[in-house]
């Protein structure tokens, strides 16, 4: 099957999540870049379980998990999202579709205005995808992370008045085999 399915995070999944998150690559553009213990995970799993306002997902294409995303913020007005991939082949459009489904997911929620993210200054990939899709640099901010070093980040804000024109600029740099799988995502339930 050739569309994105989102799977939530699980003890299933849980091996290949915190392989992916504690892999360096991705540690070292996330705010908290310490090594997650599993222990630490469990109780994660836990939290989102009762917490309506996050979701946290494994993002499959072709059969395969190649990716996360993840929503904090839900049911405000302001949505507040993230990935990192995971898979080692090269899936040309995939960061383009992850971008396109969080658009989606978001503003699919009755209360969602503003979809914002925060990227890592040195996080190259993402600043220019923002920037070609005209989702706009609203401000820049330096946090601590949890290992200490310090970190200078880049939030975007897309407000569902731009999401259509950011949609269709997505659509035009997406190779039809992923445009077509990004169409209609399913959620896991």
């Known amino acids: 099957m050739k569309v994105f399915k989102l799977v ?18 991705i540690r070292l553009n996330m705010l908290d870049d310490s090594v997650i213990e599993h222990s630490a995970h469990k ?13 946290y997902f494994v993002v499959e294409f ?10 904090t913020g839900l049911g ?14 090269t899936i040309p459009g995939l960061f383009v579709a992850i971008v ?12 969602t ?13 993402p600043i220019k995808l923002n920037r070609f899709l005209g989702i706009p640099e609203t401000s820049r901010f330096s946090r601590s992370t949890k290992t200490g070093r310090n970190v200078e980040f880049i939030e975007y804000r897309l ?3 731009e999401r259509n024109g ?14 077509q799988s990004c169409e209609e995502f399913r959620l896991e339930k």
């Open 159 to 161: 407000t569902s008045e």
């Open 62 to 71: 072709k059969g395969a998990s190649v990716a996360t995303i993840y929503f």
């Open 166 to 179: 950011v949609l269709a600029k997505a659509g035009k740099v997406m190779p039809s085999s992923v445009k």
């Open 113 to 125: 205005r503003i979809l914002r993210s925060e990227v890592a200054v040195y996080n190259s990939n």
């Open 8 to 25: 939530p995070f699980s003890k299933d999944n849980a091996d290949r999540v915190l392989g992916w998150r504690n892999s360096e690559k």
């Open 100 to 111: 396109v489904i969080a658009v989606k997911y978001s503003f699919s929620l009755p209360t």
């Open 43 to 55: 109780k994660f799993l836990a939290v989102l379980a009762e917490d309506d306002s996050m979701a």
């Open 76 to 89: 405000s007005d302001k949505v507040t999202w993230g990935c990192y991939i995971g898979s080692e082949k």
